[in-house]
């Protein structure tokens, strides 16, 4: 008998109170191996989000999902090693360029990624587009690559942090996402249990992102910041902007089109903008400052590494990608500007197209998604083509169709250009 019952520990979080280190060890350990039941956990979860942790059980609650795994020894990689990890959001491809970026710059990046639930897409789902390339490695294969490579993007091991993929799937159906203690130590127990040295955050904010105010956004950075800190982790975080898409493709298969297009030294502006900005935090982080990413992007060395990794995990850089059947072109009503594009509503839209996936059993469709041909800010006729609706099966146009012509607005006037770097927490 431990002396704990988990009917106290949901009590002593309804009402307001602190848990204690031993009553969290206790909880998050008996909830991984089956002994505390998700309907308690999820009454747990929903007191957590309404009431809130303290710092210290923040700590407490993370050290313990990370002692409830493995945790990695990266020491076989000579290169220091760097990570980023994005809060989620709406064409966000970034991670595909940039880990092979920094890798030709000289740090070898530990990219565990995940896949895509809901209206924000997943690394893994779009790397899945590439021929031949397999998710899936082992640890040896994965410190093996990040060795000889220097980049890895691959599936979390089933080893690493079992608490948070019990409990991130059960938050997923409970309304209980979105608590800043659970969120952040979801994300840094991860992180910390993949042994990467340093770490960089891209904290979203906006309509496409968890966070909707810079407010919640700089606390849950801040909170991340202390976590890695404290585990010997050197974590900054950006708060950046996910009120629009970011780039001009969302999906799969078109993502890595345009990824691949930056790593060509090309690419929509605010996509190398952010792919830029992180690279050249994590280069610092990793005690390479000098290192200069705009030059690897332009001189190719950046592809290269890009080919490697590919083929290092059984892919083909140079098949074609699968593309869309069916095609749907939107054009502008009126002569004017663009005002917006919402993110939440554009990532519905290639959702609903096939894009990503109702319930994390579902498959997704590689082709389907969305294609912008103007962003916010840019002027507009009438009849020009707004944006493309792809997917393998027309029936999934109509409902899409609704979503996006709700996320795109058309006006007299030009919008005021919003910042994409809002700020730095670190
Ligand atoms: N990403 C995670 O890994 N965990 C969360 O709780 C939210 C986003």
Same mark, same amino acid.
């Given at each position: 008998?431990?002396?704990?019952?988990?009917?106290?520990?949901?009590?002593?979080?309804?009402?307001?109170?602190?848990?204690?280190?031993?009553?969290?060890?206790w909880?998050?350990?008996?909830?991984?191996?089956?002994?505390?039941?998700?309907?308690?956990?999820?009454a &747990?979860?929903?007191?957590? =989000? &309404?009431?809130?942790?303290? /710092?210290q059980?923040?700590?407490?609650?993370?050290?313990? +999902?990370?002692?409830?795994?493995? #945790?990695?020894?990266?020491?076989?990689?000579?290169?220091?090693?760097?990570?980023?990890?994005?809060? !989620?959001?709406?064409?966000?491809?970034?991670?595909?360029?940039?880990?092979? $970026? @920094?890798?030709?710059?000289?740090?070898?990046?530990?990219?565990?990624?995940?896949?895509?639930?809901?209206?924000?897409?997943?690394?893994?789902?779009?790397?899945?587009?590439?021929?031949?390339?397999?998710?899936?490695?082992?640890? @040896?294969?994965?410190i093996?690559? =990040?060795?000889?490579?220097?980049?890895?993007?691959?599936?979390?091991?089933?080893?690493?942090?079992?608490?948070?993929?019990?409990?991130?799937?059960?938050?997923?159906? *409970?309304?209980?996402?979105?608590?800043?203690?659970?969120?952040?130590?979801?994300?840094?127990?991860?992180?910390?249990?993949?042994?990467?040295?340093? &770490?960089?955050?891209?904290?979203k904010? !906006?309509?496409?992102?968890?966070?909707?105010?810079?407010?919640?956004?700089?606390? $849950?950075? #801040?909170? +991340?910041?202390?976590? !890695?800190?404290?585990?010997?982790?050197?974590?900054?975080?950006?708060?950046?902007?996910?009120?629009?898409?970011?780039? &001009?493709t969302?999906?799969?298969?078109v993502?890595?089109?345009?990824?691949?297009?930056v790593?060509?030294?090309?690419?929509?502006?605010?996509v190398?903008? =952010?792919?830029? /900005?992180?690279?050249?935090?994590?280069l610092?982080?990793?005690? $390479?400052?000098?290192?200069?990413p705009?030059?690897?992007l332009?001189?190719?060395?950046?592809?290269?590494?890009? %080919?490697?990794?590919?083929?290092?995990?059984?892919?083909?850089?140079?098949?074609?990608?699968?593309?869309?059947?069916?095609?749907?072109?939107?054009?502008?009503?009126?002569?004017?500007?663009?005002?917006?594009?919402?993110?939440?509503a554009?990532?519905?839209?290639?959702?609903?197209?096939? /894009?990503? #996936?109702?319930?994390?059993?579902?498959?997704v469709?590689?082709?389907?998604?969305?294609?912008?041909?103007k962003?916010?800010?840019?002027?507009?006729?009438?009849?020009?083509? =707004?944006?493309?609706?792809?997917?393998?099966?027309a029936? %999934?146009?109509?409902?899409?169709?609704?979503?996006?012509a709700?996320?795109? *607005?058309?006006?007299?006037?030009?919008?005021?250009?919003?910042?994409?770097?809002?700020?730095?927490?670190?």
């Open positions: 008998m431990s002396g704990f019952a988990a009917v106290d520990v949901i009590r002593a979080k309804r009402d307001g109170g602190v848990l204690s280190d031993a009553q969290i060890d909880v998050v350990d008996a909830y991984t191996r089956g002994l505390v039941a998700d309907e308690q956990m999820a &747990l979860a929903m007191a957590i =989000l &309404l009431r809130g942790m303290s /710092a059980e923040i700590a407490r609650w993370t050290a313990a +999902m990370i002692a409830s795994g493995e #945790r990695l020894d990266l020491s076989p990689v000579s290169r220091p090693t760097v990570d980023k990890h994005s809060t !989620g959001g709406v064409g966000d491809k970034i991670t595909l360029p940039l880990t092979p $970026l @920094v890798a030709a710059c000289g740090a070898a990046v530990p990219q565990l990624s995940g896949r895509g639930l809901g209206h924000t897409g997943g690394t893994l789902d779009k790397l899945e587009s590439v021929p031949g390339w397999r998710a899936a490695l082992s640890n @040896v294969e994965f093996a690559q =990040l060795r000889d490579v220097g980049a890895v993007i691959c599936a979390a091991g089933e080893g690493l942090a079992p608490a948070d993929r019990k409990l991130y799937a059960l938050r997923d159906v *409970t309304g209980t996402v979105e608590a800043i203690p659970l969120i952040a130590s979801s994300i840094m127990s991860k992180k910390i249990a993949e042994g990467t040295g340093a &770490l960089v955050l891209d904290v904010v !906006g309509t496409g992102a968890f966070m909707k105010n810079v407010d919640d956004a700089r606390e $849950l950075a #801040r909170t +991340m910041v202390e976590l !890695g800190g404290a585990h010997g982790v050197r974590t900054v975080a950006l708060l950046t902007d996910m009120s629009t898409p970011l780039g &001009l969302i999906g799969n298969a993502e890595v089109t345009e990824s691949v297009e790593l060509a030294g090309g690419g929509p502006a605010d190398v903008e =952010l792919t830029l /900005a992180l690279a050249r935090e994590m610092a982080a990793a005690g $390479l400052p000098d290192a200069d705009a030059a690897a332009r001189d190719g060395r950046a592809m290269d590494s890009w %080919r490697r990794m590919i083929r290092a995990q059984g892919g083909d850089p140079d098949a074609p990608l699968p593309t869309a059947p069916e095609v749907e072109v939107v054009r502008a009503e009126s002569d004017g500007f663009v005002a917006a594009i919402d993110a939440y554009m990532g519905v839209a290639a959702w609903r197209l096939g /894009a990503g #996936r109702a319930r994390k059993e579902d498959p469709s590689i082709p389907a998604g969305v294609v912008l041909h962003r916010p800010g840019d002027p507009v006729r009438a009849g020009d083509p =707004l944006y493309e609706l792809r997917a393998e099966d029936g %999934r146009i109509p409902a899409a169709l609704a979503d996006a709700r996320a795109v *607005t058309v006006a007299p006037a030009a919008p005021e250009r919003k910042p994409l770097v809002i700020e730095r927490v670190g």
